[in-house]
């Protein structure tokens, strides 16, 4: 116990008192993989009495007493340099001193411990570097055992030719003896037998040779030293330092022979290029190409572009083939797209209705359909064109497209005629032939296409279908009846009269053209009528005009691509695929398309984009350039500038919308114009507000609304909404409008003329002129111009008017007067007085 009791404890502090002889401390030690140790350090005092003449008293001992024992496998901290050393001479010890050796010793064990750390971190990088070494020779040793086998196989395979070919120079020695035979087995199992039993032979004999077809070498074994040693064997290979060396002297035999031959490439360059897509294309450095387009005398850079003359120069000269390109390239060449004859297939007409507004071409389509389409028109009148299938009792079918009468719709009308197979001109028989109707038969003849003429209305009384006749040969269009070949039918669309003739003659004509498409090939149609609907987005009537189109197509239309996502007809079912000469209702749009724009369906949604993209820059394109400018035309606009109206029209599909900014446009004068800043498709949007009151636009929506949104802001700004469902109700407020823009016209009308005979003073500032009435009659109030020689000095108004000294209402030519002219003293006798009174009227457009 008293051993227990005596020895100190780790980590305790020792007790005060006086004369202590043991200093103790701790010292943690950390050693590599996370093992530690803690020591006890014990500063033990000593003196030593040294003998008179002896050094001086040896240094303090320091004992190292480790609490607890470290691990069997830890390294033993080494003493250091500085432990090594003698110490100094002790001198007397007091608190200080023993502190600061404390200190020293602490530190010079945390130095040790990080010394063994450090030579242990080196030993492992040696370690490693060793170990990396050796499986790097390990590699390299494997390696040349791989080179040696394979040229070892090379020299036999080497050898078996030259065998082969020795036996076949010679085919005497093919067959060797069985002796012969024998000894060469003896001589490769290391036998060392040479004579036989008929006595030693003088010379020793010829190997043999194997057999053609065999290779005896696997069965000789693995060369021995003995092999080598030996002379029997003349048939040795080269070695393989000379099989390297021979390779390598062939390798510098075809380095020395010269490059090999250029290879000639085909350069497809197009409109524009950069040098760096050149130099890809050509495989050359584009340093090169700049170098040759400086020797041309053209300082470029590898990113700047050159035309395609340049860059036939650089192919040509670079020993290249060019492969000239257009940018026009891109874009789908639907004209030389042509099917061949047995892919073609019997089609269904396109039949289009056209004819002057109100004279029943809906209420005849109606008819012929079963359906009621004019209640569903605002104003009685079509404002759309509408596509229809119809079947005949015979099951065939024909497709109607049902074409606006109003003058406003004009391109509408074209449109109809440009897609259809055959015309329906109807005409009222109680009216005649209108403007519509001429228009009508106009655009009919620009197409190309047959004409049929239903007379309607026949069942009224004022009906006089014979002059409806009449009136057409003035058009150059000669019915069958009068001896020509265009076919008319009398029919009625309310009675329901003559309704099979008609179908019957349409069906006549339809036989005559012989009507042909391929339905098996990629589909093409054109847009009759697009749309934004609120939930299902951009919408486009098409009628596929060969092809057929299916759910899932990728197209592109105009400069829009999409996909078809559904397909809806005109009963509002939906359609998995449309044939030649069927309408349909396409949804799967990017945005809204023009109407009359081809749609053509493509491989896949990159060749959609690719397509749309260079449209759309040629779109841009043309509305960003501007014509040339020179004197003449900039002084000329200048002259010309007239007052503009801004709008912002949306409508609720893109035919109409087309048609209001046509009617719009034909408004303008020379006095003011109709400027539209914006036509779209669809409701009336927060964004068509912010732009109609940054402008101080009205908007004008036809058959649309715009959200609560929208109305918001309006409220806000103080933007004027305009709700039009019929189109001349439309134009007749935008004429109004622009009219009051420009405000009432002002109309002067001359009175009268006088000249200044004498200047008299009239007051203290006034001046008065005394005037001989040349012309005319001059009037109290009446607005004056004092000219000067022709020159306007002032203009004025007769403040008072005398004869004599009386004052008068007016005086006529021949008389003479007095006059004080109001805000201006600047007369002369010689001046002239113009009187005119001023009118203002209410301007029309």
Not at 78 to 88: G, L
Request: contains cysteine; hydrophobic residues 40%; charged residues 30%.
């Amino acid at each position: 116990m008293s051993d227990t009791t005596d020895k100190p404890k780790l980590g305790a502090r020792a007790p005060l008192g006086l004369k202590r002889t043991v200093e103790t401390g701790k010292v943690k030690q950390s050693f590599s993989h996370g093992r530690s140790n803690t020591v006890v350090v014990e500063v033990k005092k000593r003196r030593i009495l040294g003998r008179p003449g002896e050094a001086e008293p040896a240094p303090v001992k320091v004992e190292e007493a480790p609490q607890p024992a470290p691990v069997a496998r830890a390294p033993q901290p080494q003493p250091t340099a500085q432990q090594q050393r003698p110490a100094a001479p002790q001198r007397p010890v007091d608190a200080t001193t023993r502190r600061e050796l404390q200190e020293r010793l602490l530190r010079e064990a945390e130095e040790s411990r990080l010394s063994t750390l450090e030579e242990a971190r080196r030993r492992e990088d040696r370690e490693a570097v060793q170990a990396t070494e050796e499986e790097k020779r390990r590699a390299e040793e494997n390696r040349r055992a791989e080179e040696e086998a394979r040229l070892r196989a090379e020299q036999d395979e080497a050898e078996a030719r030259r065998r082969a070919e020795e036996e076949a120079a010679n085919p005497s020695t093919a067959a060797p003896t069985e002796a012969a035979t024998e000894e060469e087995a003896q001589r490769g199992s290391g036998g060392p037998a040479r004579a036989t039993q008929h006595g030693p032979a003088p010379h020793p004999p010829e190997p043999a040779r194997p057999v053609r077809g065999r290779d005896d070498r696997r069965h000789a074994g693995k060369l021995t030293v003995t092999k080598a040693l030996s002379d029997e064997d003349d048939n040795r290979a080269r070695s393989l330092a000379a099989l390297r060396r021979a390779r390598e002297k062939e390798k510098r035999h075809h380095m020395q022979s010269g490059p090999s031959a250029k290879q000639v490439r085909d350069v497809v360059v197009p409109d524009s290029i950069t040098v760096q897509e050149l130099a890809n294309r050509m495989a050359e450095r584009a340093a090169d190409l700049v170098k040759a387009l400086f020797k041309m005398g053209m300082v470029v850079t590898v990113n700047q572009n050159v035309d395609q003359d340049t860059a036939e120069l650089l192919v040509t000269e670079f020993g290249h083939n060019i492969k000239r390109v257009s940018e026009s390239d891109v874009d789908i060449q639907a004209e030389s797209d042509l099917d061949a004859d047995e892919t073609l297939q019997p089609r269904s007409p396109v039949v289009t209705i056209m004819g002057h507004v109100d004279h029943g071409k809906t209420s005849l389509l109606d008819a012929i359909r079963g359906a009621n389409v004019v209640s569903g028109e605002a104003g009685g009148i079509t404002q759309h064109i509408g596509a229809y299938p119809v079947q005949l009792p015979d099951k065939s079918k024909i497709t109607f497209l049902d074409t606006p009468g109003h003058e406003a719709f004009t391109e509408m009308r074209a449109r109809g005629a440009n897609v259809t197979d055959i015309v329906v001109l109807v005409v009222a028989a109680d009216d005649g032939l209108k403007p519509q109707t001429i228009e009508a038969i106009n655009h009919t003849k620009a197409a190309g296409v047959p004409m049929i003429v239903a007379i309607n209305k026949i069942d009224k009384p004022g009906a006089n279908p014979q002059k409806v006749r009449e009136e057409l040969l003035q058009h150059e269009i000669m019915v069958e009846d009068m001896g020509g070949e265009v076919q008319d039918v009398e029919v009625s669309a309310l009675k329901k009269t003559n309704l099979d003739k008609l179908l019957e003659a349409i069906a006549l004509q339809a036989e005559l053209l012989e009507l042909k498409a391929n339905p098996g090939r990629a589909a093409e149609g054109a847009v009759i009528e697009a749309k934004l609907d609120k939930g299902r987005g951009p919408l486009a009537t098409v009628l596929v005009q060969r092809g057929t189109l299916r759910v899932g197509d990728v197209f592109v239309v105009g400069a829009i691509a999409g996909k078809v996502r559904a397909m809806i007809d005109d009963k509002g079912k939906q359609v998995k695929e449309a044939g030649p000469s069927v309408p349909v209702e396409v949804l799967g749009l990017s945005g809204v398309p023009s109407a009359g724009d081809t749609l053509t369906v493509v491989d896949n949604e990159a060749r959609a984009r690719e397509v749309a993209e260079y449209r759309q820059t040629l779109l841009d394109r043309k509305r960003t350039t501007s014509a040339p400018v020179n004197l003449e035309n900039m002084f000329a606009s200048r002259a010309s500038m007239a007052k503009e109206f801004p709008l912002v029209i949306k409508g609720d599909v893109q035919g109409s919308v087309e048609a209001i900014v046509n009617a719009v446009n034909r408004i303008s004068t020379e006095d003011i114009k109709a400027r539209v800043l914006h036509a779209g498709v669809g409701g009336i949007t927060e964004s068509d507000v912010v732009l109609a009151g940054a402008s101080g636009a009205p908007i004008i929506g036809f058959n649309v609304r715009p959200n609560a949104k929208a109305r918001e802001v309006a409220a806000r700004q103080g933007v004027e909404f305009r709700y039009y469902d019929v189109i001349y109700h439309l134009t007749d407020w935008v004429k109004q409008a622009m009219a009051g823009e420009l405000g009432p016209e002002i109309i002067e009308t001359v009175l009268g003329r006088a000249e200044v005979k004498e200047v008299f003073p009239a007051g203290k500032r006034d001046k008065a002129a005394g005037l001989l009435v040349l012309e005319g009659v001059l009037r109290k109030g009446l607005h004056a111009r004092l000219t000067r020689e022709d020159v306007i000095v002032s203009k004025t108004t007769i403040s008072s008017l005398r004869r004599f000294k009386d004052d008068v209402a007016e005086v006529r030519a021949g008389l003479e007067c007095g006059v004080l002219l109001a805000d201006t003293n600047d007369i002369k006798a010689g001046d002239h007085l113009e009187v005119f009174e001023v009118e203002e009227r209410a301007r029309t457009l």
